[in-house]
Every structure is written in C-alpha cells, then in structure tokens.
C-alpha cells in the first residue's frame, strides 16, 4: 500500500556532504514513523534516524550531530541530510516507513535502497 523510492546516493569524499531522499506513495496514515537504515557488507542492518508524524527525531550515536531527518508532506518525500561524512558511513541507505491500520495491524514498507560510498 505504501511505495518507497530513494534516490541521492553516490560517492563522496571523506568530510563531504550527500542528501538522501525518499519519496513516498500510496496509503499514508496520519500517523506514522520514517526512518532511514543502513547496512554495510557483513554487517547488520542499524537505524540510523528516525522521525515521528508529530515531527519528533531520533538518530543513532554514530550519525548524531552530523545526520538530519527532514520531510515534505506536500512533496511527501522524506530526506536525510548527511555531513561530515566517514568512510565507516559506507553502506546501502534504506527508508523505511512503519504505521498501524486503524484495526492496529503494523505495517512496515521499505525503499529499494541507495549506495553510499564515502572515500578519497
């Protein structure tokens, strides 16, 4: 019910900067939470930054300070602003969008993914 498209993702130097986006289709509710995930090889899939329909964020350790969560409803595309960014920052970005029917099933609905190389 709910498609996701990223786009945004591509190589990038060591201290540079990359906006992710996600744009978003379907049913969304009123209600929901988006997040943006990575998962680097061998690794396990980590949230990174998450946003709440009330606009509240959460964001990992590792990205704090440096990652922004954003959305455009009239767009309805979801972004992540990401800075200063690391070689260990190398991964597949995924959005994710978690949200509960009004007889409270939980959905959850995840974007293709987009890759995001940080090296010199």
């Known amino acids: 019910q709910v498609q996701l498209v990223e786009s945004g993702g591509g190589l990038v130097q060591p201290g540079g900067s990359l906006r992710l986006s996600c744009a978003a289709s379907?049913?969304?509710?009123?209600?929901?939470?988006m997040g943006w995930y990575r998962q680097a090889p061998g690794k396990q899939r980590e949230l990174i930054a998450a946003?709440?329909?009330?606009?509240?964020?959460n964001y990992a350790d590792s990205v704090k300070g440096r990652f922004t969560i954003s959305r455009d409803n009239a767009k309805n595309t979801v972004y992540l602003q990401m800075n200063s960014l690391k070689p260990e920052d190398t991964a597949v970005y995924y959005c994710?969008?978690?949200?509960?029917?009004?007889?409270?099933?939980?959905?959850?609905?995840w974007g293709q993914g987009t890759q995001v190389t940080v090296s010199s």
């Open positions: 946003m709440i329909s009330g606009g509240s964020t």
């Open positions: 994710n969008c978690h949200q509960s029917s009004a007889t409270g099933i939980m959905y959850d609905y």
């Open positions: 379907g049913s969304i509710f009123s209600r929901n939470v």
